[in-house]
């Protein structure tokens, strides 16, 4: 059953939120092992904006020490007795959870969960995914939170052939909304504050490129799009309202963004024209996860990554908070 006794429990770990790129490795103690567990020796871990979010305690007080990571892939090497979906020896993913969270958080005995920035983790199997051999474990790991992110409202929302969907934002998020979107087989519109990632966007398989810049800009397009995923950060600069005129009847305005500060004003003439719905996503489910990774095999989507080792985290942390990544940054364990 298990092989795991020669298995390192060790993280990068931050200890203080002022200084969120001051990772020490430290030995962590995983949860109690469960019937239904499943322990995996991590290879990679993607670097998240929530892992950002939660270093710097943006969102809450963190549980410190915390070694985040919620974009997860290794190899099983100890499955519980209750455990059917995997077996030791397998590829296997592990993504963002959000019953007890991935990292920063505490299970209901005490225990406390650490992310990926590891050299292993302990997680429910309903948590645990299997890898498309077809798929490197680089390029998945990205897609267990950025992916699914962009994935799953897509798909929810119905987009698909003969619909036309708008995406916010060509950024971590955004790079993988545009491809998804095209290899659902929709007409593709990307938004962005300025021309610099045009070509970027049309290697991703933009159809059209809209830059925000000008004022206006939204008269070209009133009434068009079913569908429009914001990834970006629209509390400054994209202004919220010209975009919901660009909606047809019905159309539906989806945030998966999560920035600090609150969204604009906008006037409900906007949304009482086109009948337009704001809402919003969180993640996805395993049926998602299973279903988007046989979309990436099948299409070929393509993560655009830059390696880095492990020991690099805070550095990598850093330019993901600067937004200077292009598009998703993921680690390499060397400890
Ligand atoms: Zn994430």
Redesign the pocket.
């Given at each position: 059953m298990s092989n795991s006794s020669d298995l390192k429990w060790l993280g990068y770990a931050i200890h203080d939120t002022k200084q969120y790129t001051d990772f020490k490795v430290i030995e962590f103690e995983p949860k109690r092992f469960e019937e239904y567990d499943i322990d995996v020796k991590i290879e990679y871990c993607g670097v998240?904006?929530?892992?950002v979010h939660s270093v710097t305690g943006g969102w809450n007080d963190p549980i410190l020490p915390l070694i985040p990571g919620?974009?997860i892939i290794g190899t099983v090497v100890r499955v519980g007795p209750k455990v059917t979906t995997l077996k030791v020896g397998d590829r296997a993913g592990v993504g963002?959870r959000k019953w007890v969270d991935t990292y920063n958080a505490k299970y209901p005995n005490g225990d406390i969960a650490h992310g990926g920035y590891a050299t292993a983790i302990r997680a429910h199997e309903r948590y645990v995914f299997p890898i498309p051999e077809a798929l490197s474990s680089e390029q998945a790991a990205p897609m267990l939170?950025?992916g699914l992110?962009v994935y799953s409202p897509l798909v929810r929302n119905g987009a698909g052939p003969g619909k036309k969907v708008g995406v916010v934002g060509v950024g971590g998020l955004g790079h993988f909304a545009i491809q998804f979107a095209k290899a659902l087989g929709a007409e593709v519109y990307v938004f962005s504050h300025s021309d610099n990632k045009k070509a970027d966007a049309q290697e991703m398989g933009a159809d059209h490129f809209i830059s925000t810049g000008a004022q206006g800009f939204e008269a070209e397009y009133e009434g068009l799009l079913d569908l429009i995923i914001c990834t970006a950060d629209i509390s400054c600069g994209i202004p919220m309202s010209s975009l919901i005129k660009i909606l047809g009847v019905h159309g539906r305005f989806i945030m998966v963004a999560i920035p600090d500060d609150h969204l604009p004003t906008i006037q409900s003439f906007d949304l009482v024209k086109n009948g337009a719905l704001i809402g919003g996503s969180h993640?996805g489910s395993k049926k998602d996860v299973l279903a988007m990774l046989d979309l990436v095999v099948e299409k070929g989507v393509k993560a655009w990554i830059e390696l880095l080792p492990m020991s690099k985290c805070g550095e990598a942390i850093q330019s993901v908070k600067d937004n200077h990544v292009r598009y998703r940054k993921v680690l390499k364990v060397d400890i």
């Open positions: 998240c904006g929530s892992d919620h974009e963002c939170c950025g992110t993640i």
